[in-house]
């Protein structure tokens, strides 16, 4: 199993990011993140689902949505996911912003242009 394939499944499975940064270090492969922003990810998800779950839920729904809507871009679904989760808690944008913004993302036309 490939680095982004056993990433994917972490993330799609609610799986512990703290675990896949164990797992990955016998890997000879590079990440899409460093170990510290991986385990700061997992505290984020980890906080939502304990203050917010509603919001926690609505974020993986709106994951599974974007895979089913499916544009072609599978290895960066589950990079996009993260980088939005690690925007909660360290801005001034509240998590519910957060994932409003990332609901965006199902009608964004021209994810690719130049």
Known sequence: MSLIELFTEYVLEKKSLV???SLRKNMNQRGEFNDAKLIQAQMNLDRLKKEDIETYTKMYEIL???YKYDRGYHVEYPI???KEVLK??????TP??????????LTHEFHDAC
């Open 19 to 21: 675990t896949y940064v």
């Open 64 to 66: 599974e949505a974007v």
């Open 80 to 82: 996009d996911f993260i």
């Open 88 to 93: 909660m808690y360290s801005t001034s944008t």
């Open 96 to 105: 519910q912003e957060v994932a409003a913004h990332y609901a965006q993302t």
